[in-house]
């Protein structure tokens, strides 16, 4: 007699070893409404096939070019893990891809994850992924589909990693930057924090402080160090797109790991440098990691995003501003785009004002 797929065996199986496949069907099935909530036009298919088709007609392109970007949320998912706060680090996820595509001009169209874990806990994973929607929903984006590893002895027991895939797309002849030149004003949206970067140094801090993740938060009131350091990273899609839509905008940056000074200049063509000359409001968190962890304020600027989490480059400031205030999104001048000593010289960044990270 011969069993079935299906039927039971008294032999060694994959549970034994530490993989449970039903574990994986109820996640699906657990976060198959979320994933719906995010459809779009252009979207075919749903969750649980091999493949994940895309209409880039039906979503309204004619002559589109294809942006795609990677990224993961980095050692502040062990903030998460440690805090049991899951919630937010989806949306982590999402906004560190598709803050990158919008940069280059381009619509997010949709995204796949990667999580990663040594035991599926289907509650834990459940919320990861709904974060994960939630971002999408906020974006635009369809959460089209992704892949849950379970790999025992790969991970301490309840840690899992994520990896997140996006892919937008823009008009052939609206990609950015375009356009950049001397006399364009640069434009700050601020951060909500931290955002996904520096975490290995926030870390440092919190432990030569003996500080743990559940000591009050000196710089959030009423919040505890882990609750404040999971704050989820801004997503910066609808205001940005509608106002490259709106043809105001020559280029963007988004401030991730490296801060200004490894960020800006990426989208600069060469003979132009960026330069800094006022200062912005440096939030509360950045201040405490500063004289907390004596770090000086060179190593900030490389490391954090300091308060800001996108820069826009426009040649029409007066309605940016206007247009963002319209939407309830604060900004700020911060400088501008002049010539460099050199027309083929690589484009730098000149801080002619240096944020006070230590003031009260």
């Given at each position: 007699m011969t069993s079935s797929p299906s039927t039971p065996s008294s032999g060694l199986t994959y549970r034994d070893s530490g993989v449970d496949i039903e574990a994986g069907e109820?996640?699906?099935?657990?976060?198959?409404?979320?994933?719906?909530?995010?459809?779009?036009?252009?979207?075919?298919?749903?969750?649980?096939?091999?493949?994940?088709?895309f209409d880039l007609k039906a979503a309204g392109f004619t002559d589109p070019v294809?942006?795609?970007?990677?990224?993961?949320?980095?050692?502040?998912?062990?903030?998460?893990?440690?805090?049991?706060?899951?919630?937010?680090?989806?949306?982590?996820?999402?906004?560190?891809c598709v803050n990158d595509l919008i940069v280059q001009g381009a619509e997010p169209l949709f995204f796949l994850d990667y999580f990663a874990t040594g035991r599926l806990s289907v509650a834990s994973a459940a919320k990861v992924v709904r974060g994960i929607a939630k971002g999408c929903e906020l974006s635009g984006c369809a959460l089209v589909g992704g892949e849950t590893a379970e790999m025992p002895g790969m991970y301490a027991d309840g840690h899992y990693d994520l990896a997140g895939f996006s892919v937008g797309a823009a008009e052939r002849t609206a990609l950015l930057?375009?356009?950049?030149?001397?006399?364009?004003?640069?434009?700050?949206?601020?951060?909500?924090?931290?955002?996904?970067?520096?975490?290995?140094?926030?870390?440092?801090?919190?432990?030569?402080?003996?500080l743990t993740w559940t000591d009050p938060a000196a710089f959030a009131p009423g919040r505890t160090l882990g609750e404040a350091f999971v704050e989820p990273t801004r997503l910066y899609v609808r205001s940005v797109l509608a106002?490259?839509?709106?043809?105001?905008?020559?280029?963007?940056?988004?401030?991730?790991?490296?801060?200004?000074?490894?960020?800006?200049?990426?989208?600069?063509?060469?003979?132009?440098?960026?330069?800094?000359?006022?200062?912005?409001?440096?939030?509360?968190?950045?201040?405490?990691?500063?004289?907390?962890?004596?770090?000086?304020?060179?190593?900030?600027?490389?490391?954090?995003?300091?308060?800001?989490?996108?820069?826009?480059?426009?040649?029409?400031?007066?309605?940016?501003l206007a247009m963002l205030a319209e939407q309830g999104e604060p900004a700020f001048r911060i400088g501008s785009i002049a010539k460099a000593e050199s027309p083929d010289s690589k484009p730098d960044l000149k801080m002619q004002v240096t944020p006070d990270f230590r003031a009260a």
């Open positions: 109820a996640l699906v099935d657990a976060i198959r409404p979320a994933a719906k909530a995010t459809d779009r036009p252009g979207t075919m298919g749903g969750l649980g096939g091999f493949g994940a088709l294809l942006v795609s970007c990677t990224d993961g949320v980095g050692t502040k998912l062990t903030v998460a893990i440690d805090n049991d706060l899951h919630e937010t680090v989806g949306i982590d996820l999402v906004a560190m930057p375009a356009g950049i030149a001397a006399g364009d004003t640069l434009i700050a949206l601020p951060s909500s924090g931290v955002h996904s970067n520096g975490f290995s140094l926030v870390r440092r801090i919190v432990a030569d402080a003996h106002l490259h839509k709106a043809g105001l905008l020559h280029g963007a940056a988004h401030i991730t790991g490296g801060g200004l000074p490894g960020n800006l200049p990426r989208v600069l063509p060469e003979g132009l440098d960026a330069v800094i000359d006022q200062t912005w409001p440096i939030p509360p968190v950045f201040k405490w990691l500063a004289r907390t962890g004596n770090v000086d304020g060179a190593e900030m600027l490389r490391v954090f995003n300091c308060g800001i989490g996108m820069i826009l480059i426009t040649p029409e400031p007066e309605k940016v």
